[in-house]
């Protein structure tokens, strides 16, 4: 079984806020990042050090943190964030992905 | 503006061995770590090891142990990931990607490289 769980699926309809989360026991310990990936495209980094965004990424993006529980939370979904969701930290023996939210934007 | 350029597409067959390649372009080769992560088709991202910046630690994902190997060629600021043995389900793209920390709370990976694509195949 995997170190991190993730849902693997969720849909929101546009304009609407959705929750993404991982959970994990390393999540109790340190905090998660997280990237898109569109089809066909490499990953892109949206959340990184706690909550922080990269140029470029959306102030609708944030990050949020409780117990063993990383959450990633859209406000204001658009439908360009149609895409998958991974969250990504410290593991037992290494560093580990979560399995991937796969959101769809109705 | 730092960018992660990697080799081309590579076809095995099983039982062979294969080396992907990922340079540097910009700054900080020699300050940070690099990571390889694999996708296979319609799964989600594996993490699959790591190489210090002066190549001397690796700390590889426990699947993958004995079949993996990372180094790194710091006068070229070109890294690479050997995997042998290969078999059917080692079909993937390969990333690499850089790593930040901010202490031992946090890390994070970026930019990443366009991916190379290996198939296994006989």
């Known amino acids: 079984s995997s170190e991190v769980t993730q849902g693997p699926a969720m849909s929101v309809a546009l304009g609407q806020t959705v929750r993404i989360t991982c959970q994990g026991d390393s999540l109790k310990t340190s905090y998660a990042s997280w990237y898109q990936q569109r089809p066909g495209q490499a990953p892109l980094l949206v959340i990184y050090?706690?909550?922080n965004r990269p140029s470029g990424i959306p102030d609708r993006f944030s990050a949020s943190w409780s117990g063993n529980t990383a959450s990633l939370t859209i406000t204001g979904t658009q439908a360009e964030d149609e895409a998958d969701y991974y969250c990504?930290?410290?593991?037992?023996?290494?560093?580990?992905f979560g399995g991937g939210t796969k959101l769809t934007v109705l | 503006q730092v960018s992660l350029v990697q080799s081309g597409e590579e076809v095995k067959k099983p039982g062979a061995s294969v080396k992907v390649s990922c340079r540097t372009s910009?700054?900080?080769?020699?300050?940070?770590?690099l990571h390889w992560v694999r996708q296979t088709p319609g799964q989600g991202l594996e993490w699959m090891g790591v190489?210090?910046?002066?190549?001397?630690?690796?700390i590889y994902a426990q699947d993958l142990q004995g079949r993996v190997t990372m180094t790194r060629d710091t006068s070229t600021s070109t890294d690479y990931m050997e995997l042998s043995s290969l078999r059917p389900e080692d079909t993937a793209i390969y990333y690499c990607?850089?790593?930040?920390?901010?202490?031992?709370?946090?890390?994070?990976?970026?930019?990443w490289g366009q991916g190379t694509l290996v198939i296994v195949s006989s």
């Open positions: 910009g700054d900080g080769f020699h300050r940070h770590h």
């Open positions: 050090n706690k909550n």
């Open positions: 190489i210090s910046p002066s190549g001397d630690i690796t």
């Open positions: 990504f930290s410290r593991g037992r023996s290494g560093w580990v």
């Open positions: 990607t850089r790593d930040h920390s901010n202490g031992d709370i946090t890390w994070w990976l970026d930019p």
